[in-house]
C-alpha cells in the first residue's frame, strides 16, 4: 500500500537516508528500529507524504506521491493512521471530542461519530474517560486515546512512531496488543521504536519484520534479536 523505492532524503541539501526500499503490505507487521537521531520519523513522514523524497519513488496507495493533487494527498492520507510520541490534544475538548474530530473533518454525521468513537474507546479501555479532558489523563492514557484517534477512520495503513515511549512495561505490552490486534484486521503496521524488548515482545504475537535504519541505509535486522 506505501512503497518507497530507492528513496533518498536529507534536509535542507544535506544526505540523511540514500537507497531505501521500504514496502508496507496489506496485513504486514514491521518494526523500525535504529539509534536516536538515524532518520526513524523522518521515513515516517516519507510514507505519510508529508515530506517528498529528494531522489526515487514514494507509492502510496498505487499512486506515485509526486504525481498526486494536494486533494488526492488529503484523501490518501485519511487511509493512514499515525500515532505520534508527543501525541498533541485539543486540550479544552473532551476525550471523545478528540477522537471524533477526523470523522467530523471527513463528513461524518455527528451522531454516527459518536456511535463509533464510544466503540474505540471502550477497545482502548477508555470508555469511562470520555468525557475527561486530555491533562487529566495518564501517559498511558494518552497514549491510548492517540491510537483511538489514529484509527478512528479505520485507516489501511497505521505507522506508530515510538508509540510506547513514554509508557511503563505493562502499558507498552497494551499497547503492542492493540497494534496486533489492528494488524490481524489486515491493516498494515510500521512501529518505529528502539525498544527492542517490545520487538521480542512481539514475536510471540505476530510475525513481525525488524528494519533497522542507521547511516543512512536501512536492512533488515537479523537473529540477533
Ligand atoms: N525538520 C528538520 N529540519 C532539519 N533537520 C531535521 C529535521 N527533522 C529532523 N532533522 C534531523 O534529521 C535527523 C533524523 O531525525 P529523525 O528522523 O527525527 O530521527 P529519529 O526519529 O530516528 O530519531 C536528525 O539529525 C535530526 O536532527
Ligand atoms: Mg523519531
Avoid at 500500500?1 to 540523511?16: P, T
Avoid at 493533487?69 to 479544552?92: K, M, N, P, S, W
Avoid at 501517559?139 to 489501511?156: F, I, K, M, Y
Wanted: contains cysteine.
Amino acid at each position: 500500500m506505501i512503497e518507497l523505492e530507492d528513496v533518498a532524503f536529507g534536509y535542507g541539501g544535506s544526505v540523511l537516508m540514500t537507497g531505501i526500499a521500504l514496502a508496507l503490505a496489506p496485513g504486514s507487521f514491521q518494526f523500525l528500529t535504529g539509534p536516536s537521531g538515524a532518520g526513524k520519523t523522518t521515513l515516517l513522514r516519507l510514507c505519510s507524504m508529508h515530506l517528498r523524497p529528494t531522489a526515487g519513488t514514494a507509492r502510496v496507495f498505487g499512486r506515485d506521491a509526486a504525481t498526486m493533487t494536494r486533494d488526492e494527498v488529503a484523501a490518501a492520507r485519511r487511509r493512514i493512521g499515525v500515532v505520534h510520541q508527543d501525541c498533541r490534544f485539543l486540550d479544552h475538548l473532551p476525550v471523545a471530542d478528540n477522537v471524533a474530530l477526523p470523522l467530523l473533518v471527513a463528513g461524518r454525521s455527528r451522531q454516527a461519530a459518536d456511535r463509533d468513537v464510544a466503540e474505540l474507546l471502550a477497545w482502548v479501555g477508555l470508555a469511562g474517560q470520555a468525557g475527561a479532558l486530555p491533562p487529566a489523563l495518564s501517559g498511558g492514557e494518552r497514549q491510548r486515546a492517540a491510537l483511538a484517534r489514529a484509527v478512528v477512520t479505520s485507516p489501511d495503513v497505521i505507522l506508530a512512531d515510538e508509540p510506547t515511549g513514554n509508557l511503563d512495561w505493562e502499558m507498552s505490552l497494551r499497547l503492542l496488543q492493540l497494534l496486533v490486534q489492528l494488524n490481524r484486521l489486515g491493516k498494515a503496521v510500521l512501529v518505529a521504536t528502539h525498544d527492542l524488548n517490545l520487538i521480542r515482545a512481539a514475536k510471540g504475537q505476530v510475525a513481525a519484520r525488524v528494519l533497522r535504519l542507521s547511516g543512512g541505509r536501512i536492512q533488515q535486522a537479523g537473529a540477533e534479536l
